[in-house]
């Protein structure tokens, strides 16, 4: 049984963690963080459901106690400072917190020369094969084969090609020996002409509450493969945390990706 703090507790991300802790039986509470202005500060971490039994804090320091392993699924700018508590409390950390900024993962980096750190800016096992496949794919498929990447996403999302869209851009242009940034085709209106060899091109849906499907298309002549993950479900997020905090528990220092805990 591992103890777990999570960082954003209060958020979908840290209920679901907290909905997946339940369910799998290996891991217990051991603190529940969220803002110093978090209107649940003082209440049972699950919000909605039976309690676990741990309050909501805005001290993390406190709430690292006891803690085998963190999971931060908070705020970009709060993970710097939790990733500094848990490096203090020697407790290892995931970090599934998306846009963070060069200084925090600047921060990151040093807290991962005292503690055990995972950078998961997606925790899904199935997007994380999907990158291993393309890459796969790409290498055995050569430049013959044009790469599209689709991404489908909900109304309310903001940012555009998804950062797990772009991330599988980088790995397929890294596998072919390039950079995404001279690689991507963003954008495409009008006469564009014919598409140039070698480009990544990306198309984005946005559209009700679609939780996120990527496909990765190689088309060549006279045959195209497509490889697709589709999520319907954020506990998927939830439950590849928990798989990676596990995996962390008694790591020596250091950075660690996803890869690392699926063994790709
Ligand atoms: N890695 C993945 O696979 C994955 C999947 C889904 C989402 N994400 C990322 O996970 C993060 C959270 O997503 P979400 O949808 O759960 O967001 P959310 O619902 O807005 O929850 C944010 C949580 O962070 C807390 N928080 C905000 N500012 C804080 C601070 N300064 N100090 C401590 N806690 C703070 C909030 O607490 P209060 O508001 O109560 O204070 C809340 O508990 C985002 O960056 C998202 O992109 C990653």
Redo the contacts with the bound molecule.
Sequence with gaps: MHRLTV??????????VLRAVRECGDFAVAGA?????????GRDAVLEGPPCGVR?S?D?AAALGGAAVAL???????VA??ALACAAAGVPLV?????LDPRTVEGLHAAAARIALLL?????IG?NLLERLAVIAARGLGPAFDVEILEAHHRAKRDAPS?TAVRLGEAIAAAKGERLAEQALYERHGDVGPRPDGGIGFAVLRGGDIVGEHTVLFAGDGERIELTHRATD?MI?AR??LRAAAWLVGRAPGLYRMQDVLGL
Excluded: I, K, Y
């Design positions: 960082f954003g507790a209060t958020g979908r991300m840290g209920q679901a963080v969220a803002s110093a202005g978090s209107a649940a500060l909501v805005a993390a931060d699924f908070s705020a970009p700018t709060a400072a939790h970090v599934g917190t998306t846009g998961a800016p997606n925790t899904s997007v950062g954020r997020f590849g945390a």
